[in-house]
């Protein structure tokens, strides 16, 4: 409008801008319309569609392959299986020494039980009563046939964790140990026994309380005392 305005100083000007100006309007209205491409409105109304599907879609995860395990070498396999060979057959041999040892005690019993059973039921066995030295509580038998000879007493005192009963053969100036006992609550005990040296060639069978374990020769005064 301001240019309109300064175009009215001269009249030229004024009559050559509306000749412009309806050329303009003839060219507005004398192009020919065109139709739209086909879908072009319906991909038009897709286009936010696709935006909002595209922003919500989960982002695709590239999964990365599992390193796999190193593969065990053939020399470490052996070598476990021949560890657990070693130890099975160490395993072995402990527990056939022990059952050999188990049986070898169970045969060392029953024997010492047959000679016990001998020497009590021999018709040619010796008995020998035990009895107290002071008249005390205790008393006692030896039964001895051959090799093979059984105690049992009764009546004795039970003795404590550091004392044991011991059972000797005397004979003058020799003394044997034929073995240490201990007795239940009620004062009773069974000991087996095998002589060294063969019973007559004794006089007396002695018990007397000694250290536990037992010693080598007698440090107390008989309690019981028999005579062979």
């Known amino acids: 409008h301001f240019v309109e305005r300064h175009l009215y100083d001269c009249p030229e000007a004024v009559a050559e ?10 060219l507005l209205f004398d192009v020919p319309l065109v139709a739209a491409p086909p879908g072009l409105a319906t ?44 130890l099975l057959i160490a395993s072995n041999v402990y527990w056939l020494a022990r059952t050999n040892a188990i049986q070898a005690d169970l045969t060392t019993q029953v024997a010492l039980q047959n000679q016990a059973i001998a ?9 020998t009563p035990l009895v107290s030295v002071d008249s005390g509580a205790g008393r006692g038998i030896v039964g001895w046939h051959g090799a093979g000879a059984v105690m049992q007493v009764r009546d004795l005192a039970p ?5 044991s009963y011991q059972l000797w053969l005397i004979g003058g100036d020799r003394i044997i140990s034929a073995g240490t006992f201990s007795v239940t609550a009620d004062g009773l005990a069974t ?33 019981l005392l028999g005579e062979i």
């Open 17 to 26: 801008l509306a000749l412009y100006t309806d050329i303009q309007e003839a």
């Open 191 to 223: 000991l087996v026994f095998m002589p060294d040296e063969p019973v007559q060639t004794f006089s007396n069978f002695g018990i007397t309380l000694e250290p536990a374990g037992g010693s080598a020769q007698p440090t107390t005064t008989p309690i």
């Open 43 to 86: 991909r038009i109304a897709q286009i936010p569609a696709a935006k909002t599907a595209a922003a919500q879609a989960p982002l695709a995860l590239r999964i990365l392959p599992t390193p796999s395990a190193p593969t065990p070498q053939p020399w470490r396999m052996w070598a476990a299986a021949a560890a657990a060979i070693l």
């Open 159 to 163: 003795t404590t964790a550091a004392q």
């Open 119 to 127: 020497a009590l039921t021999a018709e040619d066995g010796t008995l």
